[in-house]
């Protein structure tokens, strides 16, 4: 069984910047995909980003590409997601995922969310 513990949400003023960690346990971290999504208030969950197993490729979604950086640290068995520039729409609670496979973007495995407000 995966384990998937999230961190650093918070409040912060739009323009700021926030990191979120996720630290994983119960599987060989180098060998999942792992990505965050958000999910705001009355809207469905989202896809944020994405990052391969070896940390070689990332996706982001359109709305937050070029503000969000995802990185992984696998000897940490951490994902980041460094927003930067942050807008009240960005507020959400975020998601950390894995997936089974290092080279994926399908989710099979969640942790249990950090709350992010923007206020404007």
């Known amino acids: 069984q995966v384990q998937l513990v999230e961190s650093g949400g918070g409040l912060v003023q739009a323009g700021g910047s926030l990191r979120l960690s996720c630290v994983a346990s119960g599987r060989t971290f180098s060998g999942s995909a792992m990505g965050w999504f958000r999910q705001a208030p009355g809207k469905e969950r989202e896809f944020v980003s994405y990052?391969?197993?070896?940390?070689?490729?990332?996706y982001y979604a359109d709305s937050v590409k070029g503000r969000f950086t995802i990185s992984r640290d696998n000897a940490e068995n951490t994902v980041y997601l460094q927003m930067n520039s942050l807008k009240p729409e960005d507020t959400a609670v975020y998601y950390c995922?894995?997936?089974?496979?290092?080279?994926?973007?399908?989710?099979?495995?969640w942790g249990q969310g950090t709350q992010v407000t923007v206020s404007s």
């Open positions: 995922a894995a997936s089974r496979r290092a080279y994926d973007t399908i989710p099979d495995y």
């Open positions: 990052i391969y197993g070896n940390g070689g490729s990332t």
